[in-house]
């Protein structure tokens, strides 16, 4: 694994997603959706503070998620559309190599524009008196950790088929992962819950990261969640990122 070259793909995917309009059109629709929660807040009697707590942190996960699902469909196939993979593969670059500089390319795009927006909320809560602890680092930490799940799913999708069908795939693990958490309360006692456990442990869930919850309502959020939860998003990454540049490697794209 030629570290230089990936690093190299890496910026070259960076410069060009944030001269992507998309990226800026999401990133001022959170923006709107953050201070558009003070006029909400407002509204919600004894419940300003969860209101613009949880508008915040949601515009956070909505713009990286928007992000990954609407650019990072389109990296591995908009290069072999162009045929600028050619090029790209004729150098001494792998196809894993270019997977991972394609990934790191868009990751760095979105670690700049959730730092932005992670400023941004905490400038916010402070203009609306709402208090902020060093605990928010971990929700910040987490969220990112889930985008970057969803990040790698698109990289996946993108490299074995077209963006409509990787758009669709991507959506449905987000909604997969959101609601996945409901699986094991079905027919807990019943023949066949085996199967829905077993279920359970391989789709993603994104209710592991759901710390926001315990910072918005002042519960303890204990260290060895944060450590569980993050060496899951970790290892669930590392995963798809194999599988996708095992995928790529055997594609016929000649």
């Known amino acids: 694994m030629n570290t230089q070259s990936v690093f190299h793909i890496g910026v070259n995917t960076y410069k060009e997603v944030v001269r992507d309009k998309i990226y800026y059109v999401f990133f001022l629709f959170s923006i709107f959706i953050i ?6 807040g407002r509204l919600s009697i004894g419940e300003s503070r969860v209101v613009i ?6 515009s956070m996960e ?3 998620v928007m992000i990954s699902i609407f650019v990072g ?3 591995v196939y908009r290069e072999i559309e162009k045929k600028t993979i050619f090029n790209i593969l004729s150098k001494p670059i792998s196809r894993s190599e270019f997977i991972l500089g394609k990934f790191l390319g868009l990751l760095m795009a979105l670690v700049l524009i959730e730092t932005v927006m992670f400023v941004v909320v905490v400038i916010f809560l402070k203009f609306n008196h709402v208090d902020v602890s060093c605990w ?3 929700v910040f930490g987490s969220i990112l950790l889930q985008i970057m799940m969803i990040l790698s799913c698109a990289v996946l999708f993108s490299a074995v088929s077209s963006p409509i069908v990787s758009g669709m795939f991507t959506l449905c693990f987000y909604i997969i992962g959101s609601i996945s958490y409901q699986i094991v309360r079905l027919y807990p006692a019943r023949d066949g819950a085996y199967i829905l456990k077993a279920l359970y442990a391989l789709i993603p869930n994104f209710s592991k990261f759901d710390f926001s919850y315990q910072y918005v309502h ?6 060895m969640s944060v450590f569980t939860a993050w060496g899951y998003g970790i290892s669930y990454v590392v995963l798809l990122l194999l599988i996708a540049s095992r995928c790529f490697a ?3 794209i000649f």
């Open 35 to 40: 201070f558009f929660s003070s006029i909400l």
């Open 53 to 58: 707590m949880d508008f915040s942190f949601f």
């Open 62 to 64: 909505f713009t990286g």
């Open 73 to 75: 469909i389109t990296l």
């Open 136 to 138: 928010i680092l971990v």
């Open 218 to 223: 002042h519960l303890d959020i204990v260290g």
């Open 250 to 252: 055997v594609k016929d």
